[in-house]
Nanobody, 121 residues
């Protein structure tokens, strides 16, 4: 199995910063994409940021220029650096990974439990 554990998030004032972190563990051959989404899996998801297999980054228009996604120093970890936060950024953020567990299996989606981010004065 693969588990995604999130940390960070919480409460920030408008204009402030927060950092979300995600760590994947378990049987992992490789992770194709690492990212963050809004809203629970199974409902309509909204991409916030993603790291692609070739190292490129993708951001939603609403966070472009304010949020940065990056790999962590430890293997299979990644972060979402959230700067210049706005009240409309308030939501539950879910980390996501498209994981290749073995050479004989197809990649599968895995999700973290969600981290609350609240931006309020």
């Amino acid at each position: 199995q693969v588990q995604l554990v999130e940390s960070g998030g919480g409460l920030a004032q408008p204009g402030g910063s927060l950092r979300l972190s995600c760590a994947a563990s378990g049987t992992i051959l490789s992770i194709y994409t690492m990212g963050w989404y809004l809203r629970a899996p199974g409902s309509q998801r909204e991409l916030v940021a993603q790291l692609t297999p070739d190292g490129a980054t993708i951001y939603s228009d609403s966070v472009k220029g304010r949020f940065t996604i990056s790999r962590g120093d430890e293997k299979n970890t990644w972060h979402l650096h959230m700067n210049n936060l706005r009240p409309e950024d308030t939501d539950i953020y879910y980390c996501h990974a498209l994981v290749h567990r073995s050479s004989t299996s197809i990649p599968r989606d895995y999700w973290g439990p969600g981290s609350q981010v609240t931006v309020s004065s």
